[in-house]
């Protein structure tokens, strides 16, 4: 199983940016998905968690309206799109799988997202 997170960057608050995480080595049919941040000297905190068997997606309360899951089952790729990003998003995203959210048996490397205010 593999997994690689890309797609951060520098970006102003308010703005925008979308996450892949590019995955190989299981099926989507019975897995989820998800995508946790951790903030410079803080621990890491989950995001958003999408169950493929159910097709549940599951937000946390601090991205909740401005985040969403969206997969792309061809080419085994999840998105995660963060739209009126805020200093406070600032983080290294990584996302990871499993069987259920939130407890994640495979992760990859992460992306590094930076918000200016």
């Known amino acids: 199983v593999q997994l690689q997170a890309f797609g951060g960057g520098l970006v102003q608050a308010g703005g925008s940016l979308r996450l892949s995480c590019a995955t190989s080595g299981f099926s989507f049919d019975d897995s989820v998905v998800g995508w946790y941040r951790q903030a410079p000297g803080k621990q890491r905190e989950g995001v958003a968690c999408i169950n493929f068997s159910d097709d549940i997606k599951a937000y946390a309360d601090a991205v909740k309206g401005r985040f969403r899951l969206s997969s792309d089952n061809a080419t085994n790729t999840v998105y995660l799109q963060m739209n009126n990003l805020k200093p406070e998003d600032t983080a290294v995203y990584y996302c990871?799988?499993?069987?259920?959210?939130?407890?994640?048996?495979?992760w990859g490397q992460g992306t590094l997202v930076t918000v200016s205010s």
């Open positions: 990871a799988a499993g069987t259920e959210c939130p407890y994640y048996d495979y």
